[in-house]
């Protein structure tokens, strides 16, 4: 048993850096260091010692379902006394395997986190990990002040996010002959380790929280989780503040599901809120933009929205490509991807007399799985059953529904093109401008004292 024991610690100590293992080894000299109760063996940490060291830092519930997961560590085979506390091969092979591990050796340790008693546990259980998990991320970014500039939802009578996300990352649980956990009579269903194996290994935030969870909560190895792959820094431009539909969650998610150079940054183009209710106004904010995020929430309080993976154009014809998507953030969390039946990914038409005037994405003219009407504030949302495009249901409540609040954020770095823009003058940009000037008597005073940026066209 003993060579058998020290493999294990040798195995778990191999899956980090020397710098790494030293990092791993002051904190558990810090947490073994304390006051021992009398149940609390020598070179061992309690509950409370864990506690202590993390503070407000992580939920109370987060850090006993940390605590038992590494207590319940059995690394002898013999039986073990409840109230003994966490040795630091322990310590080692818990942090190895929910930071380093793969998707066998992390369900081992989020199984020892559910429950005491060895075998499977129940679906209810984990939705409730689940939940606890979600939350736990929240809490700890909140807690360092590492939200990048956004907020945790405010919207009153809303599902919360934390229930919508955890109950989506639960939706991929799979029974053994492959069906999906859907509904609450299969909450008492039995999830056993290889189940929670093949959902940990299909579902990467489960992986990435848990990094978060512990890299942010106990200050441990944090150069190894690079957040802004997590959560994008949001920007917004100076005195132009305001409500977002978005929270730090459903950015989160929303986040993992865009190409992963364009996951860093998000910069508000449009906001009802701050530029009006207005469709000239958003096209001449959106276009040329590069890839954004598009969402509303209807007067319903459903929120959604879609993902344009290239500029917008104004244009009679269809644009956008396959990397597009439409999504839900609430009542429920999900992404529509493409289907490949046709190309209708994007489409944005102003003042047009014979073909439909607004912004779609998916299905086809008068039909669209999302459609923001040149009336602003009118849209629809049409999939009977589902969008050709994209396979999305119905994403408002209403087929045909009224918004009050819109929202468009560019993603990733901008394109080229909108950096040359930037140098120029209005008049260079927009000619109808130099036009009106001189229309009105106006001559331009710095015409041939400067040069007019060239296109790169």
Not at 170 to 181: A, D, H, I, N, V
Not at 224 to 252: C, K, N, T, Y
Not at 301 to 323: I, L, M, N, T, Y
Request: aromatic share 8%; charged share 20%; with cysteine.
């Amino acid at each position: 048993m003993g060579n058998a024991k020290s493999r294990s610690g040798q195995n778990a100590c191999s899956q980090f850096l020397p710098e790494e293992r030293a990092e791993i080894d002051r904190l558990f000299d810090a947490l073994s260091s304390g006051k021992h109760s009398s149940n609390t063996p020598p070179r061992s940490f309690s509950l409370q010692a864990l506690q202590s060291h993390i503070g407000e830092a992580l939920p109370p519930e987060m850090v006993t379902r940390l605590y038992d997961g590494m207590q319940r560590v059995n690394l002898t085979g013999t039986a073990k006394g409840p109230s003994e506390g966490v040795s630091q091969e322990q310590f080692t092979v818990s942090m190895s395997h929910l930071l380093k591990g793969n998707s066998e050796e992390k369900s081992l340790i989020i199984l020892k986190m559910i429950s005491a008693t060895e075998g499977p546990v129940k679906a209810r259980e984990v939705l409730k990990f689940t939940e606890d998990l979600v939350g736990s991320v929240m809490h700890v970014l909140d807690h360092r002040q590492q939200l990048r500039g956004w907020t945790q939802q405010k919207a009153p009578g809303c599902p919360p996010r934390v229930q919508v996300l955890a109950a989506q990352l639960f939706s991929e649980m799979k029974l053994q002959e492959g069906e999906k956990l859907l509904g609450p009579q299969q909450l008492d269903c039995d999830c056993d380790r290889a189940m929670i194996e093949d959902w940990v290994f299909r579902t990467p935030h489960v992986a990435t929280f848990l990094s978060v969870v512990i890299n942010r909560g106990f200050l441990l190895l944090c150069s190894s989780l690079d957040l802004s792959a997590l959560l994008p820094e949001r920007l917004v431009d100076q005195g132009r503040e305001f409500e977002s539909i978005l929270d730090v969650l459903s950015v989160i998610y929303l986040n993992s599901h865009l190409p992963r150079e364009q996951r860093h940054r998000w910069h508000l183009l449009f906001s009802s809120e701050l530029h009006g209710h207005s469709f000239a106004q958003l096209c001449g904010l959106i276009t040329q933009r590069g890839p954004c995020v598009m969402l509303l929430e209807d007067h319903d309080g459903h929120v959604f929205g879609g993902f344009a993976s290239c500029s917008w154009e104004v244009k009679p014809q269809f644009q956008g490509d396959d990397r597009c998507f439409l999504f839900s953030i609430s009542p429920s969390m999900a992404v529509y991807t493409c289907t490949g039946y046709n190309d209708h990914y994007m489409y944005l038409n102003h003042r047009q007399q014979t073909i439909p005037n607004g912004l779609g994405m998916g299905g086809q003219h008068n039909y669209f799985g999302l459609w923001i009407d040149v009336d602003f504030g009118k849209g629809h949302s049409k999939a009977k059953p589902t969008c050709t495009t994209y396979n999305s249901p119905q994403l408002s409540a209403k087929e045909n529904f009224r918004f009050e609040k819109l929202e468009v954020w560019a993603v990733g770095d901008p394109p080229e093109s909108q950096l040359a823009k930037s140098k120029k003058s209005i008049l260079d940009v927009d000619p109808e401008a130099q036009i009106l000037l001189e229309s009105c008597g106006r001559s331009c005073h710095s015409q041939g004292l400067r040069e007019v940026p060239e296109d790169d066209e």
